[in-house]
């Protein structure tokens, strides 16, 4: 029986991909993610499967990002009464390869299991920067 009043293993999760994504760990991210898992971002526009955000999202985006963190005191997690679905809204922050300028953002994560024992894999994500901060246009410049 799942416990679906406490979000640890979606934090855990969550505290894992943040380590992936600081590690630029692909192959790792990958196991996370179900196949036909779906996504947009500040990149691109829809992705329709894993390897496409791979391809399209995560290999754009991580090698340009360091000190990649989750602002964990705004992270909120409903997980579903009986445990099998998560969605999370996290705030970002990260700052360009390059650069020495903060880089802020949001995300929301889906995640479901077949259990309550089972991991989560993930089944959608939209990573984007903030709007108003006029980051996703510095995304064009090398320095970032």
Same mark, same amino acid.
């Not at 590690?23 to 390897?51: I, K, L, N």
């Not at 995560?58 to 579903?80: A, G, L």
């Given at each position: 029986?799942?416990?679906?009043?406490?979000?640890? =293993?979606?934090?855990?999760?969550?505290?894992?991909?943040?380590?992936?994504? #600081?590690?630029?760990?692909?192959?790792? %991210?990958?196991?996370?993610?179900?196949?036909?898992?779906?996504?947009?971002?500040?990149?691109?526009?829809?992705?329709?499967?894993?390897?496409?955000?791979?391809?399209?999202?995560?290999?754009?985006?991580?090698?340009?990002? #360091?000190?990649? =963190?989750?602002?964990?005191?705004?992270? /909120?997690? /409903?997980? =579903? #009464?009986? %445990?099998?679905?998560?969605?999370?809204?996290?705030? +970002?922050? =990260?700052? %360009?390869?390059?650069?020495?300028?903060?880089?802020?953002?949001? $995300?929301?994560?889906?995640?479901?299991?077949?259990?309550?024992?089972?991991? +989560?894999? $993930?089944? /959608?994500? /939209?990573?984007?920067? +903030?709007?108003?901060?006029?980051?996703?246009?510095?995304?064009?410049?090398?320095?970032?």
């Amino acid at each position: 029986m799942a416990n679906w009043e406490d979000p640890g =293993s979606v934090l855990a999760w969550l505290r894992r991909w943040e380590q992936l994504i #600081r590690a630029q760990d692909f192959e790792a %991210g990958e196991a996370m993610f179900r196949a036909d898992a779906v996504g947009f971002g500040t990149v691109t526009d829809t992705t329709r499967s894993r390897a496409e955000l791979l391809e399209q999202q995560w290999r754009v985006v991580w090698p340009r990002t #360091r000190d990649f =963190s989750f602002v964990w005191e705004d992270v /909120h997690v /409903h997980v =579903s #009464r009986e %445990g099998s679905m998560a969605m999370t809204f996290a705030p +970002w922050r =990260s700052v %360009g390869v390059l650069g020495t300028r903060q880089r802020r953002g949001r $995300c929301t994560i889906g995640l479901v299991r077949d259990d309550a024992r089972a991991p +989560w894999l $993930c089944v /959608h994500t /939209h990573f984007s920067m +903030w709007p108003q901060s006029g980051d996703a246009s510095l995304l064009d410049r090398p320095d970032i």
